[in-house]
């Protein structure tokens, strides 16, 4: 085999390599200095100059299929695109980016050279923010990214973003990957091309796109410190203490990982000199630190390469902040009573630690004394530290005055509706009663009561600063009162139940007169009288006596012949009941079987069994008798036969 045949032979499977690139992931460890960084620049007007980093042709202002603009907003361009697309630069407002209107083939969009040493057998990140700049679905961008050496491109350097979908117009992403220098390095070179035709959409925008060394994952902590968090570490103004800060590289980046700690100066970050900056641990003595924000970070890299800017990773920094202390100002609710409860402030913090007398101790910011005595006077001292965990002192006086004796004439009293009870309370200078309803005068020592139902007058006796409370119950007896229902109907030998009713309070009732009740203690007794009656319900209490009467109305018993014979011989001729005349309206209705009405009437008349002056024949008759109100209705049947 020859060997330009093995040139061929080798570059024909890089080849099939590059053909074969799947989308990667950018750098999940520490990234070192950029090697590139491309922001297209900023400036004044809103279309910046061409570059000469493509094959694309440049348009100052609407670019068509093959072209490019380099601009600040994608505002007034093409009506497909998002109209409000800016660059990606963080706080860069006059920042400009790249706008691509795809060309119909593939072809190289940008290609740069890499112009500075970099280190072989070290990973390293080459890297876009790329956004699909379509408004509507159309083709999608695919972009390819490419790193050769000496022209060939390097295994595993070579990787697709995939088709980047529609979006917003904010949907900058981060696209790229990683890769391994050979150790042969030669000229490399970055390539980005499209993969997808133009014509139908595949336009895009370009910001930020960067090369530089990716390393592993960096994590730091810090020992000794108030707290640890988001690479902040605090102390506080005056401490005097030996911190402790350390980075982790996570294993498999570096065979031999090389530390390299930096401070910043306020301008520039330099090569610490304290104990352990080339170690993963460095020392950091604070005397009587001073306000302020220092910051520390770490170089990590391959043996031998700490000192090369292009091959080495940078850890976040570590802000370590000497914080002031707080300046509390504790005071409570003022001079209080026996008995009552004492609120303890303090104006800031974020935790909090007081003592006082009796043992009190509380980590609550604004704390109650409940029912204090005079052995709670005295000084209360809060500690209280700020969110960086600095802490400071501040006290406050606790007064406790002496209680007010109060009394009254009377805790209880009853009276009956519409009595009145002289309420009288002593021990103060000035009064105050609740509820006001009822009273002659709720601000004065002695106000006459006249409730209306039962209450319970609370009177605060005051010495003008402290007070205390009584109470006094006066009970409101109601009235008897008797009500002994509705007038009662009923038929002779039958009964009835009355219903009475009995209000008031420590009441007795009796039924008079007791005759045919079945019990005149009860209220509602059953009655059975023989004939009308008249009872009265007498309903007494300790305040009055109340009566009432109920009417028994009682109707003879009701017989109703069973047959009648109108044949003309003056024997039982007509069907009558004579017990119907005791009624005021009785109600008669004679029917045939076949439901026909063949008598009726109203008063006391007898039937004579005839229907419209004609005699019925004999036969079995249904008849409905209804009397008065209060009384069942009767129904059968009447035999007539001649």
Known sequence: MTQAYCRYFTALILFLSFLKAEAQQTCVGALGDPVINIDFDRGASNIGPSINETNYSYVAGNPNDGQYTIVKTSAGLNPGWHQNVINHTPNDPNGYFMLVNADLNKGIFYQTQITTQLCPNTTYEFAAYIINILRNSGVKPNIRFTITNNGLPIPGADFLTGDIPEGSATDWIKRGGTFITPANLGIIKLVMTNENPGGNGNDLAIDDITFRACGPIITSTVTNANNFNNNTANICVGDTRILILSAKASPGTYTSPQYQWQEFDGNNWVNSTKPGAQSPDLTVNFVNASLGNYKFQVLVAENGNINSTTCRVISSPITVNVNNKPNPTASNSGAACIGSNVQLNVDQGVSFSWTGPNGFSSTVQNPTLPNVSLSSAGTYIVTVFNVSGCSNTSQTQVQVLPPVIANTNITAGTICQNESVDLIASGGSSYSWLPIDGLSDPNIANPTASPKQTTTYTVSVSNGTCSVTKNITITVLKSASAYAGEDKKMLFGQSVTLNGNAIGDNITYLWSPSDYL????????????????????????????????????????????????????????????????????????????????????????????????????????YYTLYLNEGVKIYSGWVLLTR
Not at 550 to 573: C, M, Q, R
Not at 584 to 594: G, Q
Not at 607 to 618: A, H, Q, Y
């Open 518 to 621: 079945e019990d005149p203690t009860k209220l509602n007794p059953v009655a059975t009288p023989p004939v009308d009656m008249t009872y009265t319900l007498t309903v007494q209490s300790n305040c009055n006596v109340s009566m009432d009467n109920v009417f028994v109305k009682v109707y003879p018993k009701i017989e109703i012949p069973s047959a009648f014979t109108p044949n003309g011989d003056g024997i039982n001729d007509t069907w009558n009941i004579p017990s119907i005349a005791s009624f005021t309206n009785p109600k008669l209705k004679v029917v045939n079987r076949n439901g026909q009405l063949v008598f009726e009437s109203t008063n006391t008349q007898s039937w004579d069994g005839k229907f419209n002056g004609k005699g019925l024949p004999t036969g079995v008759y």
